[in-house]
């Protein structure tokens, strides 16, 4: 009798733990961080940051918030489209190179996924026109 109650709480606690297995989506980045290294002054410069959903829900992206203005960020798909399991998407970030120093900025990524808050990064440095 005791073998058998062991057996059915074991295969109870098999079940219990199975169902708490987290399925939701989750990004799967190429990179997160960018060098642009020199950027000379004056010049918007853009990076493409490539995902896909590499778990088993569609993720939905409901937020991609910038720090300051000089930072612009573009979403494909459009922020709140589910992106499927398996498939891919973008974050395009351009800066706006508009004063010579070094910089190094971040936006912050709200989504459906394990990671809820994820953080992309780009760096570099202006240097002024050459006259």
């Known amino acids: ?21 987290d399925n939701k989506a989750e990004f799967k980045f190429n990179e997160e961080t960018h060098d642009f290294g020199n950027v000379p002054q004056g010049k918007p410069v853009s990076f493409v940051f490539k995902y896909t959903n590499v778990g088993d829900e569609p993720l939905i992206i409901t937020a991609v918030e910038s720090t300051c203005g000089c930072t612009v960020p573009s979403v494909e798909p459009k922020q709140g489209t589910p992106v499927l399991k398996g498939a891919s998407g973008s974050i395009t970030l351009t800066y706006n ?3 010579a120093a070094p910089f190094n900025k971040f936006v912050k990524i ?22």
């Open 1 to 21: 009798m005791k073998k058998i109650l062991l057996i059915c709480s074991v295969v109870i606690g098999f079940i219990a733990f199975s169902a708490m297995s």
């Open 97 to 99: 190179a508009a004063v």
């Open 110 to 131: 709200t989504s459906n996924s394990k990671t809820p808050l994820k953080m992309l990064y780009i760096k570099g440095e202006v240097v002024a026109a050459a006259n």
